[in-house]
């Protein structure tokens, strides 16, 4: 089961031209949008489901400075700033709350890593404090480990990922951009080696750029236009529950991750754990992916699923036809169900008072990474026009506004906010080492 969002109306018809054509409906998409369109551009926004169907709603919903990779700071500093102004600028509660993150863990290297963090933290004045293992304690119960400390980053945060995407994609509406759900980009228009549109399955739109924010089926769609980008997609699972009591808004321990929701509901999942399926596309990236796979192979479980014949990483996006994307209007991998089990009992045994907790709904997500977990925000430079931003390796919903705000300059033309060479392209591509960041 997929979960619920705020519903968003479709424009009836498709505009004959626009500046820039937005490929994703997700987060990222919908931000894009926002911006380009405060910019003054026309821009069309076209999703093959719903507004935030697929990644973007099934996120913890975290918003952090804490423990990124540097090569992510600046974005994340411009993200953290951009998510304070949004709800005044679109007049609507994105849900966006500084309440605070809390860390706690029995595990003395983990502890030193989040210590060795701090001169990154100080480097960008981010407010961060270690706790000592009773504070920690006082924050999360020991029932289950006993813990050697913890951490308190204080002005991060957390956003409702039911609301997030939708009100951003409204906001740019309210400015001019056009949105089409159940509307997907089959292919490219160019001429000359440059974008001149797209075709989508309810028809031709001429564009002087493509913005591709199609999250994990960003690389398929780009491969058929001869633009190479290295992607592979884990397979996570979460749960939210029914309204019940606060134990916290945002915490963490090896356990569990908890984060409370706007009607007292909290969305839980356990960090790193997840599931990487054998895929054609996975085999063919597998050499720019190995260091990663190292690095987290105690973490993920490998395994064969349905994605080897379905889905963006499958045969059939391989070697399918242009429908392929219509086909599949959203990812919805089943979560599972050992994994529930598992989170609900380290939740109900580590907190007491939620003996009684009961789950609303589970479901699984694919989350599309990079080989060095930072995203691409980028031109394509093998297309003139074409611009892509996925790859986001987990980060996409707190970095989300400053993604769109980073693709938006691009796509403009406009000097950039933060520098985008750490986002670009040609550093999966050119044979550049490759330095695994922290998912």
Not at 102 to 130: C, I, K, N, Q
Not at 390 to 411: D, K, M, N, T
Request: glycine fraction near 10%; charge should be positive.
């Amino acid at each position: 089961m997929y979960p619920v969002v705020r519903p968003v109306a479709s424009n009836e018809s498709l505009p004959d031209a626009v500046d820039v054509v937005i490929i994703g409906g997700g987060i990222v998409g919908a931000a894009s949008a926002y911006y380009l369109a405060k910019r003054g551009l026309s821009v069309a926004l076209l999703e093959k489901g719903h507004i935030a169907c697929e990644q973007s709603s099934r996120t913890w919903g975290w918003c952090r400075l804490q423990n990124r990779d540097p090569r992510e700071m600046p974005l994340s500093l411009l993200s953290m700033s951009l998510w304070d102004s949004l709800a005044g600028e679109i007049g609507q509660d994105l849900g966006f709350r500084r309440t605070g993150l809390v860390y706690t863990t029995h595990d003395a290297a983990m502890l030193a890593g989040w210590e060795a963090w701090r001169p990154t933290a100080r480097e960008f004045s981010v407010e961060t404090h270690m706790l000592s293992a009773a504070q920690a304690a006082a924050r999360i119960p020991e029932t289950r480990r006993k813990w050697v400390g913890g951490l308190h980053s204080v002005a991060d945060g957390k956003a409702e990922p039911a609301l997030a995407a939708p009100i951003l994609a409204e906001g740019a509406r309210a400015l001019g951009a056009t949105l089409h759900q159940n509307c997907a980009v089959r292919s490219l228009d160019i001429t000359n080696g440059r974008v001149t549109g797209v075709h989508s399955e309810k028809g031709f739109i001429r564009a002087d750029a493509v913005l591709c924010a199609a999250g994990a089926w960003a690389s398929g769609f780009l491969r058929r236009h001869g633009v190479t980008f290295p992607q592979a997609s884990v397979r996570q699972t979460a749960i939210r529950t029914k309204p019940t009591v606060n134990v916290g808004e945002v915490l963490y321990c090896p356990d569990l991750a908890m984060t409370r929701r706007l009607d007292g509901s909290y969305t839980l999942a356990i960090s790193g754990r997840a599931a990487l399926e054998l895929t054609p596309q996975g085999i063919a990236f597998a050499h720019a992916f190995m260091p990663q796979f190292i690095q987290r192979l105690k973490a993920v479980r490998m395994q064969i699923g349905r994605s080897f014949i379905k889905g963006p990483e499958s045969l059939a996006a391989l070697f399918g036809s242009d429908r392929i994307f219509e086909r599949n209007r959203i990812l919805d991998p089943a979560p599972s169900h050992r994994l529930v089990d598992a989170i609900m009992d380290n939740v109900r045994g580590t907190f007491p008072q939620l003996e009684g907790l009961e789950i609303d709904h589970a479901w699984g997500a694919y989350v599309d990474c990079t080989p060095d977990a930072v995203p691409v925000i980028s031109a394509t430079g093998t297309v003139d026009g074409l611009y892509l931003a996925a790859g986001c390796s987990g980060h996409g919903f707190g970095l989300g506004p400053g993604i769109g705000y980073l693709a938006a300059q691009l796509v403009a033309q406009d000097r950039p906010a933060v520098d985008p060479s750490h986002f670009r392209l040609s550093r999966l591509l050119d044979g550049s080492k490759i330095k695994v960041g922290s998912l």
